[in-house]
């Protein structure tokens, strides 16, 4: 099956009129070409329409309302002439932030986020000092227009983000408050992923003849390529991929991996090329020679790892790619067909790897929705398949040497050396390998093993507490102290399961990180404890042993020995007992390896 390509005129940033201080800000960033939802909504909130956007996290969304609001604030008036209200703290700093940078060029352009939980002096301070854009959860906003330390009367613009995040959080109430205390005049833009009776309520009472915003899916075939995910942590991502582009590299074979910005993918790039790879880059900062060079040294095997952007890699027909990683999550489903479809060319068989953060899993479900395929979850190559499968390429690479190679020269060499030395050929061999085998090494680099997300249910995620029953926890004990500590709602919490010894629980994947913060210090019923993620993707909650506290048999005296004969990895040296053979012996060994039909015949002549 192939793809049916789209020739849709790309648009740019720059064709929306927007301040050329945006646009070059929003370039700076690395963005190259505005996201299906920001083509549509722009334009449609400079005009000054009222907006209901379907559309969620990892879309743009945020640039999508952030940068036409910007055109619209007058930076000489020191009153508030924006407010975005989202569900949580961590969305307020975040699009705070967003909004921030895409307004660093603009002088004097102050926007505050505002939320429950941090000091309300200390926020009528800022506000005091003039802000023109407050991004806030509902709650604290209301408190401030209620001791009229936030003063909406001039607002020109309202958006509301994830709204049906805020109606699930029991917010949409302080909402219609804040709605009903803002000018008649302003304009409104609501974001939700999904479109619930209530918010579709709030939108028909507060929005004029608001357009809706919904990205148009064309029907693409597609590929038939097998596809997988992995959950883990923007953190991890690097180093989960060396571990997938270490265990998938073949030999004529090449990957591309998909990164949302041209500085994002440079980046990666030079991490990469630090690690060993023939890796190189592919934006559209590159002009078209560039581009093409960097696909005939992809067609020719020159280079084996391509990072690009969609807008680069848009239409790369290139049959030895054999996998496609998503390391950014692309902007919408119809992206996500195109991104694979450059993998499964030519009818070979083709790899999707998607790399999912918590706020993601959304996204990861729409895509499955779209495709109408399940994606399966990859299991995380170990060291021990890193190492095997070093192993293992190093043995091809040396018996189609044997094979295809004049190595007459070479074998006098040896030969040679073997005569005039100590050592018998098989050591050198083994010196020889070395120093083939160059940077890379055969011993997998100690790193600590990727700890990877457990989901659950819908968009929540496993966490780990360290102590259970054998420490008189309940259930209740653990829903107290974390609705407490990191102040969010009990009923958001999920399953609790409380074992003798640990205890898991499911919290939305939009409070992890607060969670993890904020219990860091915490102690339950007065005893201390550890929390972090739950790890391994399918694991059971009950199966899952301490790793912190299997059997270290390594660190076992009495065990020390066999543990290393049991597992003597032959693509671990180190795992081997370290001691070197004593002085060589002079008798011939059977030629019995590779070299042997080489040796055949020519008895070594020792010293
Ligand atoms: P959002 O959906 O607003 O949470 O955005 C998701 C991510 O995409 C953020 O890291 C943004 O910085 C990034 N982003 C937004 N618009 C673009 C774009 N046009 N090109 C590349 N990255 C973008």
């Known amino acids: 099956m192939t793809l049916q390509e789209t020739d849709d005129k790309e648009l740019s940033f720059d064709d929306f009129g927007l301040n050329r201080e945006i646009t070059r800000a929003v370039h700076d960033l690395g963005y190259e070409a505005p996201s299906p939802i920001q083509q549509k909504t722009i334009p449609l909130i400079l005009e000054g329409k009222d907006i209901i956007g379907q559309a969620q996290t990892g879309t743009g969304k945020t640039a999508a309302f952030s940068l036409p609001l910007l055109e619209k604030i007058d930076p000489k008036s020191k009153q508030v002439q924006a407010l975005i209200l989202t569900p949580t703290r961590e969305l307020a700093i975040q699009v705070a932030e967003a909004i921030h940078s895409y307004a660093k060029n603009l002088g004097g352009v102050r926007v505050l986020p505002v939320y429950g939980g941090q000091s309300i002096s200390q926020q009528i301070r800022h506000l005091r000092s003039g802000v023109q854009i407050i991004v806030g959860t509902p709650g604290r906003i209301m408190d401030h227009i209620r001791r009229e330390t936030v003063k909406i009367d001039n607002l020109k613009l309202m958006v509301l983000d ?61 590929p038939t390529v097998s596809q997988f995910y992995i959950n883990l942590s923007e953190r991890q991502k690097t180093d989960v991929l060396t571990r997938i582009l ?41 002009n078209q020679k560039q581009r093409e060079n960097v696909i005939k040294r992809l067609k020719n095997g020159k280079v084996e790892i391509v990072v690009a952007t969609d807008v680069a890699a848009r239409g790369l027909d290139v049959e030895q790619i054999t996998a496609v990683i ?31 953060t918590p706020r993601q899993q959304r996204m990861l479900r729409d895509i499955e929705r779209y495709t109408k395929q399940k994606i399966e979850p990859l299991k995380l190559p170990t060291k021990a398949d890193v ?174 020995k066999q543990f290393r004969r049991e597992n003597a990895n032959p693509a671990d040296p180190g795992s081997r007992t370290p001691k070197r053979k004593p002085k060589k012996s002079f008798k011939e060994k059977p030629g019995k390896n590779a070299f042997s039909k080489f040796s055949k015949g020519r008895k070594k002549k020792n010293k």
């Open 162 to 222: 994830e709204a049906d995040e805020m109606l699930r959080m029991g917010f949409i109430e302080d909402v219609e408050w804040i709605l009903s205390h803002t000018p008649e005049t302003r304009q409104t833009a609501l974001f939700s992923a999904t479109m619930p009776r209530e918010v579709k309520r709030i939108a028909e009472r507060h929005l004029k003849d608001a357009v809706n915003v919904q990205i148009e899916r064309k029907t693409l075939t597609v």
């Open 246 to 286: 270490e265990a998938e590299s073949t030999q004529g074979e090449a990957v591309l991996i998909f990164h949302r910005t041209k500085l994002g993918a440079a980046d990666l790039t030079d991490k990469l090329q630090a690690r060993g790879y023939a890796a190189e880059a592919m934006h559209g900062d590159m």
């Open 387 to 560: 190492a095997a499968r070093r192993v293992s390429l190093l043995k091809d690479k040396i018996i189609a040497t044997l094979t295809e190679q004049d190595l007459e020269l070479y074998l006098s060499l040896v030969e040679n050396m073997a005569d005039e030395t100590m050592f018998d050929i098989s050591e050198i061999a083994a010196a020889a390998t070395f120093l083939a085998v160059g940077e890379k090494r055969l011993e997998v680099a100690v790193e600590p093993e990727p700890e990877q997300f457990s989901f659950s249910e819908d968009g929540m995620v496993r966490l780990f507490i360290d102590i259970g029953r054998q420490h008189r926890i309940n259930p209740g004990d653990i829903v107290g102290a974390i609705a407490n500590e990191a102040d969010i709602p009990g009923k958001a919490i999920g399953a609790i399961d409380v074992n003798d010894r640990y205890t898991l629980v499911d919290i939305p994947s939009q409070f992890v990180e607060r969670v993890l913060t904020k219990m860091k210090q915490s102690k339950i019923r007065k005893q201390r404890m550890n929390l972090r993620l739950a790890a391994g993707i399918d694991t059971g909650p009950k199966s899952e042993p301490r790793r912190d506290k299997k059997v270290d048999s390594e660190h076992h005296p009495s065990k020390k």
């Open 326 to 356: 998503n390391y950014d999550m692309p902007s919408d489903t119809e992206s996500y067909v195109h991104r694979i479809g450059r993998t499964g060319r030519a009818g070979r068989e083709g790899k999707a790897i998607l790399f999912v």
